[in-house]
């Protein structure tokens, strides 16, 4: 089997990568490096430093036609969204339908797409399901709910066959210390650097925090299930800001001074998403509490400082 990893020089993307290989599985990564890294791929992928709006990105998945395509490239900070709401849909909306015309014609069987909990906005529900209203507080949540709307589009007219996955927030290992979910890779750094801990607004809003290698194996499972299905990657669990910051400075074994902020413009309050249809359809679910996987990524980190990330083999 041959893939195609857009995005595979990030954050989850890079993880992804490193999986398929581990499973024998022929990988080609396709990234400008905007925000990804290429110390970060894997030296067994194909590596191929190239815009997903472009011609060349459709020419190489022609040329690849690979079975399946794991769409993660994207534009993924919400305020730069705020900032730039053009160059936002340019990358999450006509990026994609770039990657989908390539995949139609190149006969691609499986287009697995990245999509957030930021589609569904501030809907201040305890929990939330698949079928819930989707009204984004943010441009990249409204291009990422666009992109999803073409995905269905190309399956109606041309019977593209996809899966699309709402990741809820995630962490983990490589996570840079910004943009979407980055509060706790924020944490780390800030308290690595010895410096306070800014909280946007009362530190109360909560999330669903989820491991990057959960979302890895959602991904993988989606190879074999949940053909034209719209489906939540999460843990159901809900943690405010103040209880991660305490989790993680019990981990750390350091004390640091908070300074509360305003809240900014388009944050969600409250964001917990069932991961009820995940287990259904993918027949998955999450294998790390957030203690399991906050102590993971501090272990990593740490030994990524003292120079020993090679030899954790994440
Ligand atoms: P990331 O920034 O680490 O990864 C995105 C990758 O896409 C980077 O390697 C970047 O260089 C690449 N990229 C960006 N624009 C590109 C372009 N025009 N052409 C080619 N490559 C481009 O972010 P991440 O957190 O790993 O996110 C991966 C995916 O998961 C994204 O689609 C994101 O929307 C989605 N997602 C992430 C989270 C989260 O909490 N991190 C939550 C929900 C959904």
Redesign the pocket.
């Known amino acids: 089997m041959k893939v195609i990893v857009?995005?595979g020089?990030?954050?989850?993307?890079s993880h992804l990568v490193d999986e398929l290989i581990s499973k024998g599985i022929k990988v080609h990564v396709?990234?400008?490096?905007?925000?990804?890294k290429i110390e970060q791929v894997n030296p067994q992928a194909n590596m191929y430093v190239?815009?997903?709006?472009s011609e060349d990105a459709k020419n190489i998945i022609s040329y690849i036609r690979p079975d399946a395509v794991f769409h993660?490239?994207?534009?993924?900070d919400v305020e730069k969204s705020l900032q730039n709401p053009s160059h936002d849909a340019d990358?999450n909306i006509i990026?994609t339908i770039n990657m989908l015309e390539a995949c139609q014609k190149a006969k691609v069987k499986k287009f697995i797409f990245?999509?957030?909990?930021a589609v569904y906005g501030n809907l201040n529900k305890g929990i939330i399901s698949e079928d819930e209203e989707t009204v984004p507080s943010s441009y990249y949540g409204l291009s990422?709910l666009t992109a999803e709307s073409y995905i269905r589009l190309f399956y109606e007219l041309y019977r593209q066959n996809y899966t699309i996955l709402r990741?809820a927030?995630?962490y983990g290992p490589r996570?840079?210390p910004k943009?979407?979910?980055g509060v706790v890779s924020v944490f780390f750094d800030r308290i690595n650097k010895g410096g306070s801990i800014s909280i946007h607004g009362d530190g109360k809003q909560t999330r669903d925090f989820i491991y990057v290698h959960d979302v890895v194996n959602a991904n993988i499972a989606a190879l074999d299930y949940g053909a034209q299905e719209t489906i939540q990657i999460s843990t159901s669990q809900s943690t405010s800001i103040n209880e991660i910051l305490s989790l993680i400075t019990e981990i750390n074994g350091i004390q640091v001074t908070k300074e509360f902020t305003p809240p900014r413009e388009g944050d969600i309050k409250h964001s917990c998403l069932s991961n009820k249809k995940a287990q259904d359809i993918l027949k998955w679910s999450p294998m790390y509490s957030i203690e399991a996987g906050l102590k993971e990524t501090y272990f990593h980190q740490t030994s990524a400082l003292d120079g020993h990330e090679e030899e954790t083999n994440d």
């Open positions: 857009t995005g020089a990030g954050f989850i993307g396709l990234d400008n490096l905007s925000s990804g190239v815009d997903i709006c993660l490239a994207a534009q993924v990358v990026g990245a999509s957030t909990s990422k990741y927030n995630v996570q840079l943009g979407e979910g």
